[in-house]
């Protein structure tokens, strides 16, 4: 397979590559592991050298197949990812994949689906899911993408060949925790208890992810509780990052005792991660306690 395009070592991605060249890549397949963006590209690259006709070196990227699948115009290749803000990907989804894997293919020998981020499927999802991926119509194939394969249900995981393509680089786990802490804080301080689940949805089934956007947002309501004790002059290179930005934003709006409980609150959080915590459970009691907060200290100060 032609890896090229992909910044990422041929090692990692040279038994996926030997299994597409050989024509024993199995019917449904997991990749996971370095970054969501990588994880599309290869998606997508496997999907193309599936169905590229050339001679050698797949993707051709000459070939008709090849033309309209990298331009994701292939009508042979049906793409599906999370619906909402949360990214879920609901059962409906699923059942409309298995309606379409039952029709012949438009123009290839194959149809291909690729579920993007599949620890976003809902249990009923990936229940509807199963049934599929077990009887699967000899023309249909499925590529699944994923963090890691612990958000997905032992029965998908036991019928899927997983390719795991490494661990994220720790400057790209840093930025995404920071992103996330950053929606988080701003759901806090100016949005409903709706807009807290969408931001805090991406940590659900990511147990390290949790321990990370609790650091980062623990930095944001400290560097806050700082500047709320010494005053804000902006200066050149400050705010030098998105959380310092949020902590500015936030030491105007928010009180010095309310910081002070969440920052207490997302310790126990951190502990229990640390004790291996649930990841779903643990993920609604970082929404539920952080709202409690807010509304008890409100009520107090009122």
């Known amino acids: 397979m032609n890896t090229k395009s992909i910044k990422l070592s041929e090692v990692k991605l040279k038994d996926l590559s030997a299994e597409v060249d050989s024509g024993r890549l199995s019917h449904a397949v997991l990749i996971t592991g370095a970054t969501e963006k990588i994880r599309a590209q290869v998606a997508r690259l496997t999907a193309s050298a599936l169905l590229c006709v050339g001679d050698r070196d797949k993707p051709c990227g000459k070939c008709g197949h ?29 059942l ?4 379409q894997a039952l ?41 699944l993408t994923a963090a890691s ?8 995981r036991s019928r899927v060949r997983t390719f795991d393509l490494g661990e994220e680089s720790q400057e790209s786990k ?41 650091d980062e947002l623990t930095g ?8 709320q ?20 934003k936030m030491y105007k709006s928010v009180s010095p005792s309310l910081l002070l409980r969440w920052t207490g609150t997302l310790s ?12 779903t459970l643990l993920s609604t009691f970082f929404c539920s306690r952080l709202s409690e907060d807010k509304i008890g200290m409100t009520a107090n100060e009122n």
């Open 149 to 156: 394969s612990e958000g997905l249900l032992e029965t998908i």
């Open 174 to 214: 840093q930025n995404k925790a920071q992103t996330i802490a950053c929606d988080i804080a701003r759901a806090l301080y100016s949005g409903s208890e709706y807009d807290l689940v969408l931001a805090a949805a991406p940590i659900k089934k990511d147990r390290q992810l949790i321990k990370n956007v609790c």
């Open 229 to 248: 004790k010494r005053g804000f002059a902006k200066t050149e290179g400050y705010p030098e990052n998105e959380s310092q930005a949020m902590a500015v």
């Open 96 to 99: 409309l994949i298995r309606q």
């Open 66 to 94: 090849c033309v309209k699948s990298l331009k994701n115009l292939h009508p042979d290749i049906t793409e599906i990812s999370g619906e909402d803000k949360a990214k879920s990907i609901k059962k409906e989804s699923v």
């Open 103 to 143: 029709i012949m293919p438009n123009e290839a020998s194959e149809k291909i689906f690729i579920v993007f981020e599949a620890q976003n499927m809902t249990e009923e999802a990936q229940n509807a899911m199963l049934k599929i991926l077990e009887e699967p119509p000899r023309f249909a194939r499925f590529i």
């Open 220 to 227: 944001i309501f400290i560097e806050a509780l700082k500047l």
């Open 268 to 279: 126990k959080i951190a502990e229990l991660a640390e004790m291996n915590a649930n990841e």
